[in-house]
């Protein structure tokens, strides 16, 4: 038999940083700040509309593009942005973003096409232009001077474009560094894509969680955007119900229709009894995702100063459930390292941005770290990191 039996483009991703970190956090006793989740619950009104869907008997295969519900529901939360999509035609339900994701990969572009990514990614992104056998290509962010915002590099995602590129990701507000694209940043891509044909696959899941008074916009609003943009958000991040997996695509019916094509035999449907709950959610409770902003907007800054003040160079989070640090004020210089010893050695656990890119020695001095974490929580990882440098 022929070994190793893993094909070839997926030999890359055989493990992920979260189970490795997730893994040393539990045997250490560690407090996690690695895995993006939250440590309470969404609104009541939406876990009592899953717990009766349940005791309704919803519990067989929904509709394949999801319930109706749902698809009118996310139809409407769309329409806040100005951008308008049929809900029988232009919206698919996905068992989350990242199947989203990877049905519009393998439902958009040919083997041999390139995806340009921003850098550092989700880790996701790359697995899946490997399943649709494309060739990425990355373009990393840059720290602006003075700020340290990590910001979009506009002529370098322009040179990155070459003929035989089909799709640009992209995902703001922006996981790992929590930052949020601006208006110009987004024109820019937009420009971008109308003048050479791309297709936009845009990764909004954190859209509601921005700090600071600051915006999402999202991408299919830009002129000509509409038509070439696959936008994906879903109910996990808003709502704080990661393991639900809802997610969703929104696009015009031919696009949609592509993703479908893939998404089908993925998974089929996912999550029937979280479907209508989600659908109430979105009509409901958007005023309780108001107070969780404001909430994470806290966390944000009650984290960042306790990074501050154990001696990381902190960079800004503008957005997300993450904030990124710099551990070479401590004396240290690779985060992979350093993550690895963090929870034996102090018992935090933290995620290096490094292994979210395809160039490594740029980001090893940076750290993610997760603050959708009780403020208990958030106090004692802070408390346990300022022993580091000691």
Request: glycine share 10%.
């Amino acid at each position: 038999m022929r070994e190793p039996a893993l094909v070839t483009r997926m030999r890359p991703f055989t493990s992920t940083i979260f189970a490795e970190m997730t893994a040393l956090a539990t045997r250490t006793g560690a407090v996690n700040l690695g895995q993006g989740f939250p440590d309470t619950d969404g609104p009541a009104s939406m876990l009592r509309v899953a717990k009766e869907s349940i005791d309704a008997g919803l519990n067989q295969y929904p509709p394949g593009p999801g319930m109706p519900e749902l698809r009118q529901a996310v139809a409407e939360h769309r329409a806040r942005y100005g951008t308008h999509y049929d809900p029988d035609t232009e919206v698919l339900v996905t068992v989350g973003a990242t199947e989203a994701v990877a049905a519009a990969l393998l439902g958009l572009v040919e083997p041999g096409d390139e995806v340009v990514l921003v850098e550092p990614y989700y880790d996701s992104y790359a697995a899946s232009v490997a399943l649709a056998g494309a060739t990425r290509r990355s373009v990393g962010l840059v720290e602006e001077p003075g700020t340290g915002r990590l910001g979009l590099d506009v002529d370098a995602l322009r040179a990155a474009v070459t003929p035989k590129t089909r799709a640009v990701l992209v995902n703001s507000p922006h996981n790992p560094t929590g930052t949020v694209f601006t208006r110009d940043e987004l024109a820019a891509v937009a420009r971008l894509c109308v003048e050479h044909d791309l297709v936009a696959i845009t990764d909004e899941v954190y859209e509601h969680l921005v700090f600071d008074g600051r915006e999402h916009l999202p991408l299919a609003a830009f002129p000509g955007m509409r038509e070439r943009t696959v936008t994906i958000s879903g109910a996990g991040k808003s709502f704080n119900c990661t393991g639900w997996k809802i997610g969703w695509v929104c696009a015009p019916a031919g696009l949609v229709g592509a993703v479908r094509a893939a998404k089908q035999f993925l998974t089929f449907v996912g999550g029937a009894p979280f479907q209508p709950a989600v659908a109430h959610a979105l009509r409901h409770e958007l005023g309780w995702v108001d107070d969780l902003r404001a909430s994470l907007e806290d966390k944000r800054s009650r984290l960042s100063a306790g990074l501050a003040e154990a001696g990381f160079a902190v960079r800004p989070s503008e957005g997300t459930y993450f904030v990124t640090a710099d551990v070479r004020p401590l004396g240290f210089t690779d985060g992979l390292e350093l993550c690895r010893e963090l929870p034996g050695r102090i018992g935090v656990a933290g995620v290096p941005v490094q292994v979210f890119t395809d160039h490594p020695e740029a980001w090893r001095h940076l750290v993610r770290f997760a603050f959708c974490k009780r403020d208990e929580v958030l106090d004692e990882a802070v408390r346990r990191l300022r022993g580091l440098g000691a």
